[in-house]
């Protein structure tokens, strides 16, 4: 049975810092994602990463503050966000997929095949 679970989220001053992290259980992926959710909006893309090799993808709102990174040993996905903006305030959820996905579909909630249970992150201004 596979589990992906977030943790990490929580409260911060806008300019601050937060790491997500992603733990999977019963079996790797060939990519793992972060996508997050504001109220009343659509889930979106926020960043992404082959589980082999590492390539990265980003949103452009999120380029230069956030860094997606993967460690095999722990089969975990983290996601590091700086200089936070209110506007990053959503929840946010790790995706996996079980088979590779065209780089140009990354940004995309149906190539993925798992879901975590979405974690709050809050920035205030």
């Known amino acids: 049975q596979v589990h992906l679970v977030e943790s990490g989220g929580g409260l911060v001053q806008a300019g601050g810092s937060l790491r997500l992290s992603c733990a999977a259980s019963?079996?790797?992926?060939?990519?793992m994602a972060w996508f997050r959710q504001a109220p009343g909006k659509e889930r979106d893309f926020v960043a992404a990463i082959s589980w082999t090799i590492g390539t990265t993808y980003y949103a452009d709102s999120v380029k230069g503050r956030f860094t997606i990174s993967r460690d095999t040993a722990k089969n975990t996905v983290y996601l590091q966000m700086s200089n936070l903006k209110p506007e990053d305030t959503a929840v946010y959820y790790c995706a996996a997929s079980q088979v590779s996905i065209p780089f140009i579909r990354v940004i995309q909630t149906t190539e993925y095949d798992y879901w975590g249970q979405g974690t709050q992150v809050t920035v205030s201004s």
């Open positions: 019963g079996r790797t992926f060939y990519a």
